[in-house]
C-alpha cells in the first residue's frame, strides 16, 4: 500500500512538470494541472488513511 500511494503522488508530480515544462514560457493548461493534483492527492489520501501506524 505504501508503494501505491507513492507511485500515485510521483505521477501526480510527474504530470505537473511535464504539464510545465511543454508550455513553459506560458502558464500550464489548467487540465494538466487538475489530473496531476487529483492524483497527488490520491496518493495522499491512501497514506494518510490507508496505512497504520500501529
Known amino acids: 500500500m505504501y508503494y501505491v500511494s507513492k507511485g500515485l503522488q ?3 508530480l510527474i504530470i505537473i512538470g511535464i504539464g510545465f515544462v511543454s508550455k ?26 490507508g496505512l497504520s501506524n500501529q
Open 10 to 12: 510521483f505521477t501526480g
Open 24 to 49: 513553459f514560457p506560458h502558464l500550464m493548461d489548467y487540465k494538466l494541472l487538475g489530473i496531476g493534483s487529483a492524483f497527488f492527492i490520491m496518493g495522499w489520501v491512501v497514506q494518510k488513511f
